[in-house]
């Protein structure tokens, strides 16, 4: 592929996104940053605080959610528990997944719809495992009983469905295609919970995309027809 195909194809996949981001950056700077900061701050002290003996209890009682555990207490975690990193994995694999698409997600949907996705993802991911645990290793999207002590935290599941939303509202289908297949073959690859998590984080995020693409395209269809002369829709 020659580097003007190259070229064209970065500006076609990437053209949009990348303009919106440097159009806020340019704008604000790293004021512009604030949840991704904040969630980078709180991912390192949670880090810090559950490497302390008596700070692992602390984080135990409010960010730690697993399928054993009650559904209002799952649910009073989760917010939480989304900046718990994973105690078997490095810290710096969580602080960089927030730092990139968290701040990429942030300058270009905005704040508020950034920790809406992150949380409906995250939360997918915690009501699958429940789902899969109840289903059983015996059905095609059951969890073995073992699954509902494992401790599920951390952001992963949040940076899948934040870049999966992202690359559809700024037509990135390449790399939404990317994302999903490499989720799909991690779970091929090594079938645990994590890895089921994610593709649930995806399907809940498609769900949300397929709604606001029918949102939209009925808002179209509105507008467009009161521009014919169309008479307007009464209640």
Same mark, same amino acid.
């Given at each position: 592929m020659s580097a003007a195909a190259v070229s064209a194809f970065a500006r076609r996949e990437w053209g949009a996104l990348y303009g919106?981001? !440097?159009s806020a950056l340019t704008a604000n700077r790293w004021r512009a940053l604030?949840? *991704?900061?904040?969630?980078?701050?709180? *991912? +390192?002290?949670?880090?810090?605080?559950? &490497? &302390?003996? !008596?700070?692992?209890?602390?984080? &135990?009682?409010?960010g730690f959610v697993r399928a054993e555990d009650p559904l209002w207490l799952a649910l009073l975690r989760t917010p939480l528990s989304l900046f718990v990193p994973a105690l078997d994995l490095p810290v710096w694999g969580a602080l960089a997944q927030i730092l990139l698409v968290f701040g990429i997600a942030e300058l270009a949907l905005g704040r508020g719809r950034t920790l809406a996705i992150a949380y409906a993802s995250t939360l997918a991911g *915690? *009501?699958? +495992?429940?789902?899969?645990?109840a289903v059983g290793p015996d059905g095609p999207f059951g969890l073995p009983a073992s699954d509902a002590r494992i401790v599920d935290t951390g952001p992963s599941? =949040?940076?899948?469905?934040? =870049?999966v939303y992202v690359c559809y509202r700024y037509r990135a289908w390449v790399t939404a295609g990317l994302v999903l297949v490499?989720?799909?073959?991690e779970v091929v690859v090594k079938p645990n919970l994590a890895g089921k998590e994610h593709l649930a984080a995806i399907g809940a995020v498609l769900v949300v995309c397929g709604a606001d693409?029918?949102?939209?395209? !009925?808002?179209? @269809?509105?507008?467009?027809? @009161?521009?014919?002369?169309?008479?307007?829709i009464r209640s």
């Open positions: 919106a981001v !440097r604030p949840l *991704t900061l904040l969630s980078v701050a709180l *991912t +390192a002290f949670f880090y810090v605080l559950q &490497h &302390h003996p !008596r700070g692992l209890r602390v984080v &135990h009682d409010i *915690t *009501t699958y +495992a429940r789902v899969g645990v599941a =949040a940076v899948v469905g934040l =870049a490499a989720m799909i073959v693409a029918l949102l939209r395209r !009925r808002g179209h @269809s509105l507008r467009d027809g @009161s521009r014919s002369g169309a008479p307007p």
